[in-house]
């Protein structure tokens, strides 16, 4: 557990629109799992927070909600990503890549001297 | 732009859809507590355990709710809803206490809206209508210890062809008229007025015309004409134009409607509103020492008017 890294404000918004793109539609609960599989549970993902990020999104019309059966037969919300969605994911990707590439140099530097 | 506009309006309708929208959320967290007891008793744990477990890994439901509530809408909105929502609960509580204060807002507003009103329309706009109010001024004779001397026409006219100051000069004496016939007569407030009175004040008729140059002679008796206010005229007459040029019964005398003053116009005196404006009406009776002098004259070389109370 405290190993853990805490998430950076706004990433999990990538990593939710980044989750259905390559999953197709989601509840909440199969996104959350989804995210702690990826980053191999380094990641502390407080559950509920998805929740929040997924209302944000909602908001932006980067995803929609469709009510549906969940595998254990109930009544779940299924998440999908929208066209604009797709967009934001991509130009969200380039962003988050330069400045990854951007602080891990800057670190490199510091780490040289 | 469009965009944040239409986040905005979703905002303000997921305050009234709380209620919705709450427990959407709350059967979507169900579920979500339900895969995760799931999972926890494939991995051997007991029922209770699981969902202990389940409910735990999720975090504060009822925190979730608010922070939900907090995104999805407008925080304050929904925070100021709530306040209203109580405050009518606790009027509700005590309704005498409500009964008092409203009574009180109430009584309050009141007074400060009738002494505005009034002091609108005694100092701030005492001559509503008249093009150039500030060059108007009211004259009126008292005798050294102050009291209020009665006014002959004589005098006045004196005045007025005497008086340097001022450019103009009417007369205007306020007076209660009985318009219609003996069976069915009504009480209107109205003023005499010298010929010119109109003029003076540089007003235009709504409709019909004033008294004309032939009529601004300040002979006695020698017009039976009658100007009256719009008010009078929308209320008596319809607002009919085809009432100009017929006649009224004031007194016991025929006057002709010759002209309807502006709907602002009320009348010489701050304060007070008048209906009908005649050249000195009811002249028959009228004995020039019973009249006091008030007169309205304008300050400079511009002009004067005078008005006349009731004697």
Redesign the interface.
């Known amino acids: 557990m405290e190993n853990k890294t805490e998430i950076l404000q706004g990433t999990l918004d990538l990593m939710v629109l980044q989750a259905l793109q390559a999953m197709g539609p989601l509840h909440g609960y199969g996104i959350a799992r989804r995210i702690e599989q990826l980053s191999e549970e380094s990641l502390k993902v407080n559950q509920g927070t998805v929740y929040l990020c997924l209302v944000r999104l909602l908001q932006k019309k980067w995803i929609k909600a469709e009510w549906g059966t969940s595998e254990n037969n109930r009544k779940a919300r299924f998440y999908s990503i929208s066209k604009a969605g797709q967009k934001q994911l991509v130009q969200e990707t380039e962003n988050w890549q330069r400045l990854s590439g951007t602080i891990g140099r800057l670190l490199q530097l510091s780490g040289t001297r | 732009m469009f ?1 944040s506009l ?2 905005m309006a ?2 303000i309708r997921a305050v009234f859809q709380s209620n919705e929208l709450d427990r ?2 709350r ?6 507590i ?3 007891a ?1 999972e926890h008793i494939r991995k051997g744990a007991s029922q209770e355990e699981a969902q202990r477990l389940a409910r735990i ?5 009822e ?2 709710r608010e ?2 509530r907090d ?2 809408a407008l925080p304050w909105l929904d925070t100021l809803l709530q306040d209203l929502r109580f405050a009518f609960r606790l009027f509700r509580k005590s309704p005498g206490f409500t009964a008092i204060a409203v009574l009180t807002l109430a009584l309050g507003i009141g007074a400060s809206t009738t002494i505005f009103s009034w002091v609108r329309s005694v100092l701030l706009n005492p001559l509503p209508g008249v093009a150039n109010p500030e060059r108007v001024a009211a004259l009126e004779t008292l005798a050294p210890n102050g009291e209020w001397l009665p006014t002959s026409y004589l005098d006045f006219r004196d005045l007025r062809d005497g008086c340097k100051l001022s450019e103009k000069m009417s007369v205007t004496k306020p007076m209660d008229l009985a318009v219609g016939n003996e069976d069915s007569f009504e009480r209107v407030w109205g003023e005499a007025v010298s010929g010119d009175f109109f003029d003076l004040l540089q007003l235009k008729p709504e409709i019909g015309r004033f008294f004309s140059r032939e009529e601004v002679d300040h002979e006695q008796n020698a017009h039976p004409l009658v100007v009256i206010g719009h008010s009078y005229w929308a209320s008596h007459l319809h607002s009919d134009p085809q009432a100009i040029g017929t006649t009224l019964r004031i007194g016991r005398f025929p006057y002709t409607i010759i002209g309807v003053a502006p709907a602002t116009f009320s009348g010489s005196m701050a304060g007070l509103s008048f209906q009908m404006w005649a050249q000195r009406p009811c002249t028959a009776n009228w004995r020039p020492q019973a009249i006091r002098r008030s007169l309205i004259g304008n300050g400079g070389p511009s002009a004067f008017s005078c008005a006349l109370p009731p004697g």
Do not use: F, T
């Open positions: 965009g239409h986040r979703g905002r959407d959320l059967m979507e967290l169900e579920a979500h339900q895969l995760l799931e890994e999720l975090g504060g439901v925190q979730l922070a939900h995104v999805r």
